[in-house]
């Protein structure tokens, strides 16, 4: 497991789906503030964060888990905070994709 917020691992994946730091928050419901405070290890994520996260930029919760540097459990345990977490991060790819073709 990383020790601290791979913050170059999260950008390049963001940027591979053509996304800011922006979508990576709304995915998970918090403020830009918030995430950024994410990526300078000084929050840590609830395991509704790190489903969004793996959501939003395609990867696995626990791939997500051991790039955020902390022992966040893996999405399971609650099976709606999951649910809710993917619909959002499903919305905020959406909403990133309107913004990008300049249709929201």
């Known amino acids: 497991m990383a020790l ?3 913050s170059a691992w999260f950008e390049a994946r963001l940027a591979e789906r053509g996304l800011t730091p922006a979508a990576l928050a709304a995915a998970a419901g918090m403020s830009e503030v918030e995430l950024a ?3 300078k290890d000084q929050r840590e ?3 509704g964060d790190v489903a969004a996260f793996a959501e939003l930029i395609g990867a696995s919760p626990s ?3 051991e790039h955020a540097g902390v022992s ?3 999405p399971g345990a609650n099976a709606l905070e999951v649910r809710l977490a993917r619909i959002e991060a499903r919305l905020a790819a959406i909403e990133a994709e309107l913004r990008r073709r ?3």
């Open 37 to 39: 405070l994410v990526f």
């Open 72 to 74: 966040t459990p893996l």
């Open 45 to 47: 994520l609830s395991a």
């Open 63 to 65: 791939e997500v888990a």
């Open 102 to 104: 300049g249709t929201s």
């Open 4 to 6: 601290f917020f791979d």
